[in-house]
Structure formats: C-alpha cells, structure tokens
C-alpha cells in the first residue's frame, strides 16, 4: 500500500500515559528514568511478536534495549511492521553476522589518534563525548561502544580531545557525537562548548543529536540558552520516518532554530521503514516545515547483525532521482555509503550526464527530457576521462 502523508497530523498526545500529570510527561528527566528497558517492560505495554521476543532476549550482549515514553507512544502496536516499532524493538537477526560485517565497519577505531576524537578527514574531527542515548536504534553504527553492551568500556577522555584538537590547526571543524552530546548535563556541556570555542582554529562547531526526536522534552531553554551563548553551534538532528514528525519534535526544532541553531537532518536507509519514494517524500516535506534541512542520506553500514536493516543502493538514487526537480531543492539530501573501512562518506548520485560529443554535454533533465550545453572553448570534448558518470544505470 502506497504511503500517503497525512498533512494535518502532527498532534500524538501522552497515550497509553494520558493519565500522568502533564508536567511530569513534559519533565525530560522522567523520561529517562521512565524508560522501557527490559523485555518484560515491554510486554507489559505491548504484544511482542516471536521475532522480537528472541530478539529481546540477546539484546543486552549486543546493544542495550531502551526506549523513551515519549517515543514508544509512537509505535503502532497492533502493526508488527510499525516502521518506529522496527528502529527500536530488537529482531532475532540482529544476531546473525553476515559476509562482510563488521564491529566497527568504518575503521574508527584505526583513525583514532586519541580515545574518542576520530580524525579522519584533514580539517574536521568527530568527538564522541559519551557512549549514553535516551534510546538504542537497532541499526546504530557504533554499536561496539554504545551503551556498553558489549564490554568495550569506552571512556572519552575530554582533556586528552581538547588537547589534540589545540594541537592541531588544521582542526576547523569539530562534530560532537557519541552517543549522544546532548544526554550531558548543562553544565558539562556547557564546558565543553566555552573549551572549544576558546579554541582559535575552531571555526564550526556541530553537534549530531536524536534528542529532539527520542526526547524533544531535553531540549529546554536553559540548554537552548547555552547553544546560543556559544553559538553559532549547528544540530544534525537523525529522522527516519515521517511519524516521527510529531509536534513535540516540531516545537523542539522551533526552540533550536530561534536559539540560532541551523539544523539539519541525516536518515539511515532502511528496508522496510523507509526504502519508499513516498515515505522519504513526505518525510523531507514534514522536516522542511520544522526549519530542518535534509542533509544526508545514508546507505546502511555493515556493522555486525544489520543485514536485516540494509535496503538496496539503487533504492536510494531512485529516492533521489525522484525527489530532484520534482521538488524543493532544499528538501532534497545527498545519498551517501560512508566506505567499509574508513574511505569517508562517497556520494552517490542519479547520472544526469547523458553524453559528451566534440561541443556539448548533453543533459537528461528530471522529466527525462535531453539538452544540450556547449563545452567551454578548449575544453576536452567526448569520452575525456573525468566524463565518466558515477553510477552507471542503462
Ligand atoms: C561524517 C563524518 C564527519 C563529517 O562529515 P561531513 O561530510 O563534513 O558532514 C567527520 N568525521 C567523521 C569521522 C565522519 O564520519
């Protein structure tokens, strides 16, 4: 059944919580004490399918269960195929390793000059600042280290990052990731921030966050207070389906954005909850309503038990290819493989380059249409090398 967009709906109400005071709902630290960690929890909110029950039962030596209130509300519970449901309630699959997956699949772990900074590119770091998340997505990259499922005991040596970063200005960029930044208290990382920023050469200042969407209630004006004092500090905020869209993420991003926090959003490609034209159509819509920029598609990673989660590449450029011209340009994010390995994030891209001749290029625009635009004076003309499209689809 095609999924169609429900324009109007953004409300999701407290549910099978609508008789809590409000303002406990609302109190971010509720829920988090309030989260649903245990298989028995959750049966007592929900019937499990035998798929999830086995899933639960082994997810602990894997990548721990947990999920917020806030967030379980959003889960259809009569549907097994909830596309929510299958982001946060384990599978039996998540057990079995397939050909070619890996516990850190993006070499992470090599390009690490010190614990918890990844120096990959020349003029950018990622600095995972904890290991902690308001909740655990089953498909999560850094499963080896989040939450500690699996005894790597990871502990970020801040001092040590800051350290690096310091002396090292080549550094403009830094990305605070983890887990995720924003489960810090205000205090730490309000620190965290004035560090950096007392920094020189640290010119951009990011931070890679599913808080708005597991737990927009974190998202306070006190903290909103804190990003703009150290501002501009830019938010990738993670969305993959367009019910999660909710008004409480809705007014989360409103805080943000008029704290001078420019957002964006990345989505993981994933079989079953949004490898569909429709779905990732609705959702661009339903984040450029919300100040949120699409910015990057994933195409899923091969970490170890994910082969259940993987969708096909031409899915993805077929998403692309049918979001490009037929919508806003601004909604449109770049599909990326992130290389096995540690290569970086290689985008991939629907071939607009029909062919080159000896004075033109011609271009099939979105329609499908063909144009020609004449080559600049001396520029090398048919099948020069550099012509080749990335993705060959004919
Ligand atoms: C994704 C990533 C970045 C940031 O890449 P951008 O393309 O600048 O968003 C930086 N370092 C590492 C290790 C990454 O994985």
């Not at 990382?189 to 597991?214: D, K, M, N, Q, T």
């Not at 964006?264 to 429709?278: A, W």
């Not at 598609?297 to 037929?326: C, N, P, W």
């Not at 063909?370 to 499209?389: D, S």
Request: aromatic share 8%; glycine share 6%; net charge negative.
């Amino acid at each position: 059944m095609p999924y169609t967009e429900d324009r109007a709906v953004w409300a999701e109400g407290q549910g099978l919580w609508q008789h809590l005071p409000a303002d406990t709902w609302r109190d971010w630290t509720w829920q988090l004490k309030n989260r649903i960690t245990t298989t028995k929890q959750l049966e007592q909110l929900m019937e499990l399918t035998p798929d999830e029950r086995a899933g639960c039962e082994h997810a602990n030596q894997k990548l721990a269960l947990a999920i917020t209130p806030y967030f379980f509300n959003l889960i259809d519970r009569r549907d097994p195929d909830c596309p929510i449901r299958k982001q946060v309630i384990p599978r039996a699959a998540e057990q079995v390793v397939s050909d070619g997956e890996m516990l850190d699949s993006l070499g992470e772990d090599e390009h690490s000059p010190v614990s918890g900074l990844v120096h990959r590119y020349p003029d950018r770091v990622l600095f995972l600042v904890t290991d902690r998340c308001a909740a655990y997505c089953r498909y999560c990259t850094r499963s080896r280290l989040v939450s500690n499922a699996q005894d790597y005991n990871f502990h970020p040596e801040y001092e040590e990052g800051l350290r690096y970063i310091a002396a090292h200005p080549e550094i403009r960029d830094v990305l605070l990731s983890g887990g995720d930044p924003l489960l810090l208290s205000d205090a730490k990382l309000e620190h965290l921030l004035a560090r950096l920023r007392a920094i020189p050469h640290v010119e951009f200042i990011r931070i890679g966050s599913r808080i708005p969407v597991f737990l927009p209630q974190r998202i306070t004006p006190e903290l909103c207070a804190i990003l703009r004092r150290h501002g501009p500090v830019w938010m990738s905020i993670h969305v993959n389906h367009p019910r999660e869209c909710t008004a409480d993420l809705r007014a989360a991003c409103e805080r943000l954005a008029f704290a001078g926090v420019p957002l964006g959003n990345q989505s993981v490609l994933l079989r079953g909850i949004n490898d569909d034209v429709d779905v990732m159509k609705a959702l661009v819509h339903r984040l450029l309503r919300m100040r949120v920029r699409p910015y990057y598609l994933y195409q899923m990673d091969l970490i170890t038990g994910g082969a259940h989660f993987k969708a096909s590449v031409r899915k993805g450029i077929e998403i692309i290819q049918a979001l490009r011209g037929h919508t806003t340009g601004y909604a449109v994010p770049q599909f990326v493989i992130d290389a096995p390995g540690g290569g970086g994030k290689v985008p991939l891209n629907p071939d607009y380059v029909e062919s080159v001749d000896d004075d033109a290029i011609v271009l099939r625009n979105y329609e499908g249409r063909l144009y020609r635009y004449p080559l600049a004076a001396g520029e090398p003309a048919a099948a020069a090398p550099g012509w080749e499209p990335a993705f060959v689809d004919r």
